[in-house]
């Protein structure tokens, strides 16, 4: 019995908020986008798609840091992976992802060193343990897990460590929202917003959302009591015709975040514009490190030079990331790109769209 | 994104947490959530605490939907 | 009808520049695809193409089976065992479930210089312990040394020859729409342990391999029923990637119910934080079987009465459609396919 997790995923509660959503739907289709990697594996993982009236189409939006992290950034990271006596430490994830040429896992057979951490102290403990070395931490993630990065930063900081620096792609999810709007491409009823990105910020960072652009939000847990509680939340929002921001992960995310992860998040890091894989460059959506803390900046640290990152000659991982295309309509969709062999960053994690449907499929 | 999960708080030591989910215990740091006590259940996020889970909201939201289940099973049963 | 893979499938196209990565060792896909493009092109032939876990060689006297299996475990002694234990029950494991009664073993040690004595005569011993306790006989073996830095220690190959239990005959041509889905087991607990064991993550889990040998309890159904189709243990790649290939190209799929998969509490709670899926993590003491559905509940009973049995369970049925694929009805009652492992799993954090 997993505790707060197994309640959450009960058959008769479940049933009962199916029954309802199908009772309160409307006859309109309606189009609903999550944003978060966690939320697309669970709706494919729970099969809430299948449950839900057809006229519901749950969209999977640019929510998957390994899939938004951009080209050269893994170009940089298998550049700087190749020199000598570096160490290379990141998140299991983006050893697969592909860039220009190659990926992490391939160079592995070339002889780099890559470690996988589960936690960002782990590359802290690496950098102790091989002083010779340079680790470089490859900072992914939104929100949730910049703030861990940065208490390791502050850890190597006050630490006086020499040899631990952070290579970031952090990104924040509101001006991507934005981003995504305001292309006007699709049409959207309503967002289900990342319920672990809420907890750090908390609640009012959608309220433009509803506000500028009249599509109301709720946020959501991740069990399949959740997702479904914020579907059902979000018919009735439509259905009132109020556009506003709803809480329905009340048991983890409060109104006003955390602001002790933010304050210490908003220490090393700072706003900066973000290149977004498939969406481009969106102002004020990425974080880098402060000055204060260049020694542990990656890119202050070596030189790095920016070269222009090259995509596999017809991935529409960009369209599907905007929720304007479905992995089915890639031409290169499972015969040539799949987990095996990804060529886009939407097949590469087990969260990407690509390859949840690769997984799952409908 | 982001996986995590909740955990009970077993065992504090200084800034870590030792947190368990099926018999499992886990190591969490605690910066990102300082006052936490044993006992209490944390959503733990690559190794990191990044907030209590708070078990009262989490019993009512159940609470609500059991309520909502069974008055409708009655309601459907009398008809 | 032949077991195994179709040939001509959509993934016939290895990149003759691409170097082997642990995918081609992990099997999922990638390793289907290194068999399939390089190994039946080379080696082709009635018996190796049906891609067994044993071959089946018929003479008139005599029905032999025959396998190999190479061991590359790191780390080398783990919770519940070590390599020269799963050495010897992983290759008796693969003569049992195909219906053989395991009787010799060959053996061939690849092992690094500067490995400890002490530790070999370790591994020796649980060999030897294993062999006892199972009847077989080690024969014929063979010892390469190694330069440092190479064969992490040690490897294994052991070669297993078994003879075919009388009026026996297993394969896919056997099963039929309603056959029943029957897993020995607990689920996920070498994968889990040997993954803790290997990379160790920050957890505290107490938790042991499964690695055993279930050769007495294969004998024991295959004396008592005739309903037995075919059985495989679900090593590297899990009971998902077992159940794809029980069901690839065939007229016939499978249906498995999330709720009735022996699962331990521990494997769970190791799996949800990092992102694994119990469904995918091997498994060394444990098989999968396709049984006639009138003698199910019967060789249920049979498993459980075999000591540490106790989680034995139905897990699913065959169907008649999606033809070719396994289907997983969800604990909250809704269906999505299972596909066999493809890709590395690794611990996610988002």
Not at chain 1, 266 to 291: A, C, T
Not at chain 3, 282 to 297: C, H, Q, R
């Amino acid at each position: 019995m997993l505790q707060y997790i197994d309640q959450f995923r009960n058959l008769e509660l479940v049933e009962f908020i199916v029954n309802k959503i199908h009772q309160e739907c409307p006859r309109q289709n309606l189009k609903f986008m999550e944003v978060c990697g966690g939320h697309t594996i669970a709706i494919f993982k729970f099969g809430i798609q299948k449950l839900i009236p057809d006229s519901i189409q749950l969209i999977s939006g640019p929510g998957c840091p390994v899939c938004v992290t951009e080209i050269e950034f893994i170009d940089q990271s298998i550049a700087l992976a190749h020199l000598p006596d570096v160490i290379i430490t990141t998140f299991g994830d983006m050893v697969r992802v592909p860039g220009s040429k190659t990926s992490l896992q391939k160079e592995r057979g070339a002889g780099i060193d890559v470690r996988i951490c589960y936690s960002v102290m782990d590359a802290l403990k690496i950098a102790k343990e091989n002083p010779q070395k340079e680790v470089v931490f490859l900072g992914i993630g939104f929100e949730t897990t910049a703030p861990t990065v940065a208490t390791a930063v502050k850890t190597a900081s006050d630490q006086s460590m020499r040899n631990f620096s952070v290579l970031s792609a952090h990104k924040t999810m509101p001006n991507a929202m934005q981003a995504l709007l305001d292309s006007g491409e699709i049409g959207l009823n309503g967002f289900i917003c990342p319920g672990h990105v809420s907890v750090i910020t908390g609640i009012h960072i959608y309220d433009f959302i509803a506000e500028k652009y009249r599509i109301p939000c709720v946020i959501s847990g991740f069990e399949p009591l959740d997702i479904l509680e914020t579907i059902l939340m979000l018919i009735r929002l439509v259905n009132d015709g109020i556009s506003k921001v709803e809480n329905q992960y009340t048991r983890s995310v409060k109104e006003n975040g955390n602001p002790k992860a933010r304050e210490i998040m908003l220490e090393v890091f700072e706003e900066s514009d973000s290149h977004w894989r498939g969406l481009g460059i969106i102002p004020g959506s990425g974080l880098q490190i402060k000055n204060k803390y260049r020694d542990f900046d990656t890119r202050y640290k070596f030189k790095i030079t920016r070269e222009p990152a090259i995509e596999y000659p017809g991935c529409i991982c960009g369209d599907i990331l905007r929720g304007v295309k479905n992995p089915v309509d890639c031409a290169l969709f499972s015969k040539i790109c799949n987990p095996e062999d990804p060529k886009g960053a939407c097949m590469v994690s087990s969260e990407g769209t690509c390859a949840t449907w690769f997984k799952y499929r409908k | 994104m982001c996986l995590a999960i909740p955990m009970k708080v077993i065992r504090i030591n200084g800034n870590e947490a030792i947190a368990e989910v099926g018999g499992v215990q886990y190591h969490a740091n605690l910066t990102l959530i300082p006052d936490i006590k044993i006992g209490e259940y944390i959503i733990v996020h690559a190794g990191f605490a990044i907030e209590r889970l708070d078990e009262e909201a989490a019993l009512e939201t159940l609470q609500i939907w059991q309520e909502v289940a069974e008055f409708s099973q009655r309601k459907s049963k009398l008809r | 009808m032949q077991l195994g893979l179709n040939i001509e499938n959509e993934f016939c196209d290895m990149n003759q520049k691409d170097r082997i990565t642990l995918l081609h060792g992990n099997g999922g896909l990638q390793s289907h695809r290194l068999i399939r493009e390089l190994y039946l092109k080379y080696f082709g032939n009635p018996q190796l193409n049906r891609l067994e876990d044993s071959a089946l060689l018929e003479s008139d006297s005599c029905r032999i089976v025959f396998t190999t299996d190479s061991y590359v475990i790191k780390p080398l002694f783990f919770p519940g065992g070590d390599i020269g234990k799963l050495a010897v029950s992983g290759t008796v494991n693969d003569l049992a479930v195909c219906g053989a009664i395991p009787n010799w073993l060959s053996c061939g040690f690849i092992i690094e210089e500067g490995f400890e004595i002490v530790a070999l005569e370790k591994i020796l011993n649980s060999m030897k312990e294993m062999a006892e306790f199972t009847g077989v006989k080690i024969v014929t073996g063979d010892t390469k040394v190694v330069e440092k830095g190479n064969a992490d220690g040690l490897y294994i190959n052991t070669s297993g020859i078994g003879t075919l239990i009388e009026g026996v005959e297993l394969g896919q041509h056997r099963i039929q729409i309603g056959d029943k889905i029957i897993i020995n087991g607990y689920i996920g607990d070498h994968g889990a342990a040997i993954i803790q064991a290997r990379e160790d993550f920050p957890i505290e889990m107490d938790l042991q391999s499964d690695c055993a040998p279930i050769d007495h309890i294969t004998r024991m159904l295959l004396s008592k029923l005739d309903g037995v189709k075919l059985m495989r243990d679900p090593t590297r790649g899990g009971v998902a990637t077992v159940l794809n290939e029980f069901v690839e190209n065939q007229a016939f799929g499978i249906q498995i119910e999330e709720i009735a998969l022996p699962i331990r509490d521990c494997v769970l709670g190791f799996c949800e934080p990092l992102g694994f899926d119990p469904l995918y993590l091997a498994n060394e003491g444990k098989f999968l079987m396709v049984i006639d559905t009138n003698e199910a509940v019967k060789a249920l009973e049979i498993i459980h009465s075999f000591p540490g049995s106790e989680s034995a369970d139905i897990v699913g049925e065959v169907v008649d459609e999606p033809k070719g694929k396994v289907i997983l009805k969800t604990l909250i009652g809704s269906h999505r396919i299972l596909d066999m492992l493809s890709g590395e799993m690794l611990p996610r954090i988002c």
